[in-house]
């Protein structure tokens, strides 16, 4: 059992920065990759980015250049942070951080097998 937690979103303005931390805790975190989606109101959940169980970071290309994903392991928990930096409109959305076990470059949120509850980030113009 893997248990998500995520936090760091509210409301920000056009241009602005946030970045959004997931605390994950349970057995064998270091066999899982870690994923950040995101889902605005009336549309499916999207990839946002992720790291494999290696360590390799991928992201959609809606956010390459703007958004960085890195990860921060200390004993019992995994701590996998989302810097987002020249937000937009189109970034708002609810992010839900994803667990997936010796996953490598999945994109498809079926293929995630644990999540958090999500945070919400409301970009205005």
């Known amino acids: 059992q893997v248990n998500l937690v995520e936090s760091g979103g509210g409301l920000v303005q056009a241009g602005d920065s946030v970045r959004l931390t997931c605390v994950a805790s349970?057995?064998?975190?270091?066999?899982?990759?870690m994923g950040w989606f995101r889902q605005a109101p009336g549309k499916e959940r999207e990839f946002v980015s992720g790291?494999?169980?290696?360590?390799?970071?991928?992201?959609a290309d809606s956010v390459k250049g703007r958004f960085t994903i890195s990860r921060d392991n200390a004993r019992s928990t995994v701590s996998v942070y989302l810097q987002m930096n020249d937000l937009k409109p189109e970034d708002t959305a609810v992010y839900y951080c994803g667990a997936d076990q010796y996953g490598s470059g999945n994109r498809q949120w079926e293929r995630f097998t644990y999540w958090g509850l999500g945070t919400q980030v409301t970009v205005s113009s």
């Open positions: 349970g057995v064998v975190l270091s066999t899982y990759a």
């Open positions: 790291l494999t169980w290696r360590g390799a970071p991928y992201y």
